[in-house]
């Protein structure tokens, strides 16, 4: 029998295969061919087909207040998706913010530009990824990506069609 547990914790790779399966599911529900590609570390998380090619998907989930550790996206044949599952419970479907590369790169520079004005020392890499050189992680290397908030990428919200425009509708 299904319960309803938003107040449980799920394991960040559960979390993870719950926004991968939901943005798969998203992405049939609208007449595109979604696969999944199973794995830890891997920089695809779903490759997408329409009529006018393949997309790959990027799906950054959270349950919290913010998506952290965002790296982005690299290339032009990425779309990202922010997956929301806060305040939701488990009969409940969560909120998509859907960002293609542009729209990537006009939030990292916001958030680098609010970050560079109050002291801090962030780049964005070759490979659109904001890194912190003066912040060091355990492994030695510095910290890379951004959280970002809701409010940040609020006119994303449910943003499918920017999916249909690049892939054309199947």
Same mark, same amino acid.
């Not at 992680?137 to 069609?161: A, F, H, L």
């Given at each position: 029998? /299904?319960?309803?547990?938003?107040?449980?914790?799920?394991?960040? %790779?559960? =979390?993870?295969?719950?926004?991968?399966?939901?943005?798969?599911?998203?992405?049939?529900?609208?007449?595109?061919?979604?696969?999944?590609?199973?794995?830890?570390?891997?920089? !695809?998380?779903?490759?997408?087909?329409?009529?006018? $090619?393949?997309?790959? #998907?990027?799906?950054?989930?959270?349950?919290?207040?913010?998506?952290?550790?965002?790296?982005? @996206?690299?290339?032009?044949?990425? #779309? =990202?998706? =922010?997956?929301?599952?806060?305040?939701?419970?488990?009969? %409940?479907?969560?909120?998509?913010?859907? =960002? &293609?590369?542009? &729209?990537?790169?006009? #939030?990292?520079?916001?958030? @680098? %530009?609010?970050?560079?004005?109050?002291?801090?020392?962030?780049?964005?890499?070759?490979?659109? !990824?904001?890194? /912190?050189?003066?912040?060091? !992680?355990?492994?030695?290397?510095?910290?890379?990506?951004?959280?970002?908030?809701?409010?940040?990428?609020? @006119?994303?919200?449910?943003? /499918?069609?920017? @999916?249909? !425009?690049?892939? $054309?509708?199947?």
């Amino acid at each position: 029998m /299904w319960s309803n547990m938003s107040n449980t914790k799920l394991s960040r %790779e559960h =979390l993870g295969l719950a926004a991968e399966f939901a943005v798969a599911s998203e992405l049939c529900r609208r007449g595109f061919y979604a696969q999944l590609t199973l794995g830890m570390h891997k920089s !695809t998380d779903i490759l997408i087909e329409g009529d006018q $090619g393949m997309l790959r #998907v990027q799906v950054k989930a959270k349950s919290g207040r913010e998506w952290p550790n965002c790296a982005g @996206i690299s290339k032009r044949d990425f #779309v =990202l998706v =922010l997956v929301d599952f806060a305040g939701k419970g488990t009969n %409940e479907r969560p909120d998509f913010y859907v =960002l &293609d590369f542009s &729209d990537w790169i006009a #939030v990292a520079n916001k958030e @680098i %530009e609010l970050q560079c004005s109050r002291g801090r020392e962030v780049v964005m890499d070759e490979r659109n !990824t904001p890194i /912190w050189p003066k912040q060091i !992680t355990k492994n030695g290397q510095p910290y890379r990506g951004i959280s970002i908030k809701p409010s940040q990428v609020g @006119i994303y919200k449910e943003n /499918w069609s920017k @999916i249909e !425009t690049l892939l $054309g509708s199947s």
